[in-house]
C-alpha cells in the first residue's frame, strides 16, 4: 500500500493530486492519500454548480469550488 500524506490546504491542488494519483500509481494496489482542505464544496462530475450551491454564501465567505474527475454529490 502506498501512503500520501499531503500537508497542502489547496483544495484545486488536491483534487489534482487525487486525480494524479488514480491516473499514474497504477501499479500500486492501494493509494491511501490524506489531507484537509481549506473550506470548499468539492462538487461532482456532472454536477450543475449553479443549483448545487448558494453563490452569494459562497463568495461572502471565501468557499472554494472545485470539480473531482469523478461522479457523486456535492
Known amino acids: 500500500m502506498k501512503y500520501i500524506i499531503n500537508y497542502?490546504?489547496?483544495t484545486a491542488f488536491n483534487i489534482a493530486l487525487?486525480?494524479?494519483?488514480f491516473k499514474h500509481l497504477l501499479?500500486?494496489?492501494q493509494i491511501f492519500l490524506l489531507w484537509i482542505n481549506k473550506p470548499?464544496?468539492?462538487v461532482g462530475r456532472h454536477q450543475n454548480t449553479i443549483e448545487e450551491i448558494?453563490?452569494?454564501y459562497v463568495r461572502e465567505h471565501g468557499i472554494?469550488?472545485?470539480r473531482r474527475?469523478?461522479?457523486g454529490g456535492a
Open 8 to 10: 497542502s490546504n489547496d
Open 18 to 21: 487525487e486525480e494524479y494519483a
Open 27 to 29: 501499479d500500486e494496489d
Open 40 to 42: 470548499s464544496i468539492i
Open 54 to 56: 448558494n453563490r452569494n
Open 64 to 66: 472554494e469550488v472545485v
Open 69 to 71: 474527475i469523478s461522479g
